[in-house]
């Protein structure tokens, strides 16, 4: 079975330029996550979709947004890139949110590069 | 809020050595505590979890224990091999936090032959 896959796995942009990542989720999963982590840092969380719907946001500026379709695959759109935000994006899938014992199957990450 | 501390890295060490990477966690209540391991080019893989107070997760020869005394979840291993080198983070789930998980720094592994 196909694990969580994103693209871009590689990308550059400009400073003030936009950006759209995406996830697929593993097959009957229904819960995403999106996580930034800038090179030699922890993940951090992003936001969190179930559903459709946003179930939970980090503490990021309004420059980011994300979706979820109804295939459950999902998209992180980052507006006006700054230079701050080169990472490598982590899309985490789940059957579905909550609970302590739940586990995130996380994808490989789109690297990205703001110049 | 919650946090996680973990020992800065790299850590070197010879094939079959003891391995222990220090994890302390800062949260309200009794959060779940999971080891996430990050092989070169690869995702964030699930290494191992405890969901309550005493509870030891263990999976590849790794084992942690969650103690809610010390409030740390250390991630130990007899004997290490060149293949464990990857970088290990310590992760909490609070309760109601959904898939929000909170991540340490990461320790960087290195295992040499």
């Known amino acids: 079975d196909a694990g969580v896959t994103q693209s871009p796995t590689h990308l550059i942009k400009t400073r003030g330029q936009q950006v759209t990542l995406r996830c697929s989720p593993i097959s009957g999963h229904k819960s995403v996550s999106w996580y930034q982590q800038v090179l030699g840092q922890g993940p951090q969380f992003i936001f969190q979709?179930?559903?459709?719907?946003?179930?939970g946001r980090g503490n990021f500026p309004d420059r980011f947004s994300a979706r979820q379709f109804p295939n459950y695959s999902s998209e992180l759109n980052v507006n006006a890139l700054l230079l701050g935000d080169s990472a490598l994006y982590l899309c985490a899938s789940s059957l579905a949110p909550g609970g302590n014992t739940g586990e995130l199957f996380f994808g490989e990450g789109s690297r990205l590069t703001v110049l | 809020g919650d946090s996680v501390t973990q020992m800065e890295g790299p850590v070197t060490l010879s094939e079959e050595a003891f391995l222990t990477i220090n994890c302390t966690y800062t949260?309200?209540?009794?959060?779940?505590l999971f080891w996430y391991v990050q092989y070169p080019g690869e995702g964030l893989q699930l290494l191992l979890k405890a969901t309550k107070a005493d509870d030891k997760g263990s999976n590849k020869g790794f084992e942690a224990t969650y103690r809610k005394e010390t409030t740390s979840f250390h991630l130990e291993k007899g004997s290490v091999q060149v293949s464990d080198s990857a970088v290990y983070f310590c992760?909490?789930?609070?309760?109601?936090?959904?898939?929000?998980?909170?991540f340490g720094g990461g320790t960087r592994l290195m295992v040499k032959p």
């Open positions: 992760a909490l789930k609070g309760l109601g936090a959904g898939n929000m998980l909170t």
């Open positions: 979709y179930y559903e459709k719907e946003e179930r």
């Open positions: 949260a309200t209540g009794y959060p779940s």
